[in-house]
């Protein structure tokens, strides 16, 4: 339960200190405070190079397959770059476009150039993930009000207060029902996969 509510402990408890590049596991904190654990995923590339827009172009190693270090935030990808020593969103490599520069795309891209595209942004998708129930009961019942409940009802019910402790474990079933049935239809309404084999 610690673990859930705090997840730089969890991050503390399995993971030890290491420089960023190396990092297999990160602890974000976002504008308000909050803070997330995610994963660097890796993703092999093929040798090549990779021309992003004109007077940009990425090596992929010279004569063999490279690992491509990312990870995902909130529907976001953020790259690793050597060049600045840091996770850079994925957009910052087609900043600074030009007319001119989107002229020189006019006869499209090679299938191989393509394939470098989809492994450096990732698949043009908008993903909904939606909770099973198991999923979401976990995470209703362990916020901190429902722990509270457990004990309430505990301590009721060693008091011999047996009505008052059912009253609030009903209620508590209750107000959990409702609220997973709600998340649940919210999320099922939102489920959308939408994606589009346009590269630019």
Not at 85 to 114: I, M
Not at 123 to 130: Q, Y
Not at 150 to 171: E, G, M, N, P
Request: aromatic share 16%.
């Amino acid at each position: 339960i610690v673990f859930h509510w705090r997840p730089r402990l969890a991050v503390l408890a399995r993971c030890r200190s290491c420089p960023l590049v190396l990092a297999d596991v990160l602890l974000l904190r976002d504008s308000f405070g909050q803070q997330h654990v995610v994963e660097v995923l890796t993703e092999e590339m093929e040798a090549g190079r990779l021309r992003l827009r004109p007077g940009l172009t990425v090596a992929f190693g010279a004569f063999q397959k490279t690992l491509l270090r990312y990870y995902l935030y909130e529907g976001l990808r953020y790259v690793w770059l050597d060049r600045k020593g840091a996770f850079c969103r994925v957009s910052v490599l087609n900043e600074d476009w030009t007319c001119k520069g989107l002229y020189g795309f006019q006869n499209g891209l090679s299938p191989q150039e393509q394939s470098w595209r989809r492994s450096m942004f990732g698949a043009n998708l908008i993903d909904v993930p939606v909770k099973s129930y198991v999923r979401l009961l976990f995470e209703e019942v362990l916020n901190p009000f429902y722990i509270f409940q457990v004990f309430s009802i505990t301590l009721w019910s060693i008091d011999a207060y047996y009505y008052y402790a059912l009253c609030i474990f009903i209620i508590s079933v209750i107000s959990i029902s409702i609220s997973l049935y709600e998340i649940r239809k919210v999320s099922l309404q939102w489920e959308t996969f939408i994606q589009f084999d346009v590269l630019i």
